[in-house]
């Protein structure tokens, strides 16, 4: 009796999580559809500097979608894993999915960098604000969740494939998959339609 009780409370627990991760994520959606949204008014007001055309490197950013498209996937792979109950492999896709998102996030500092130094920095113009907002925004969240995957992959090797260590991954996985869907708009109004 004691035990059943346990485990429903533990299961009631887990879908307050859940749910109120849900509830974080759809909070998340509302900033990013304002952020899409003030970047579509000003992304024309270039105030006589450089615009989308002339800053963008396409390929440069395919691979950089490419990166986390692919983290996407493996981390998928961490989740099958993880139903599998095979530590080892959930903490090997982890660490790939980190390896990939590290590089991303290089590409994307590597690319700021770059516009900054050529005088495109955010103050520059209107374009360049929304446009350093949106995707800095972006590129902070994968940051958040690089320090997470630390954090999880700490906790599958001291911890195991716990309930709450999978409750965790579970979660992150949302963010995650939600972080790559965000990159896609991204990737598809920022840059590929303002070059071509």
Not at 111 to 138: K, N, Q, W
Not at 162 to 171: E, I, N
Request: hydrophobic share 55%; aromatic share 16%; net charge negative.
């Amino acid at each position: 009796m004691s035990s059943a009780v346990t485990s429903h409370g533990e299961e009631h627990t887990s879908g307050n999580r859940l749910f109120g991760f849900w509830i974080y994520l759809m909070s998340d959606l509302i900033i990013f559809a304002l952020l899409f949204a003030t970047y579509a008014v000003i992304r024309n007001n270039v105030a006589g500097g450089p615009g989308a055309k002339e800053l963008f490197d396409l390929p440069y950013v395919f691979v950089e979608t490419m990166f986390l498209l692919i983290s996407s996937f493996t981390y998928g792979l961490a989740v099958v894993a993880m139903h599998q109950g095979k530590k080892n492999l959930v903490f090997g896709w982890l660490l790939v999915t980190f390896a990939l998102g590290v590089a991303f996030i290089s590409m994307e500092v590597s690319e700021f960098v770059h516009l900054i130094a050529e005088g495109a920095g955010p103050d520059r113009s209107g374009f360049l604000s929304g446009f350093f907002t949106l995707v800095g925004t972006h590129g902070f969240h994968v940051s958040c969740g690089l320090i997470w995957m630390i954090v999880l992959m700490t906790q599958v090797l001291t911890k195991g494939l716990t309930p709450g260590v999978m409750g965790r991954l579970s979660r992150l996985s949302l963010f995650w998959h939600f972080l790559d869907i965000v990159w896609v708009g991204v990737f598809t109004f920022v840059y590929l339609l303002s070059v071509v």
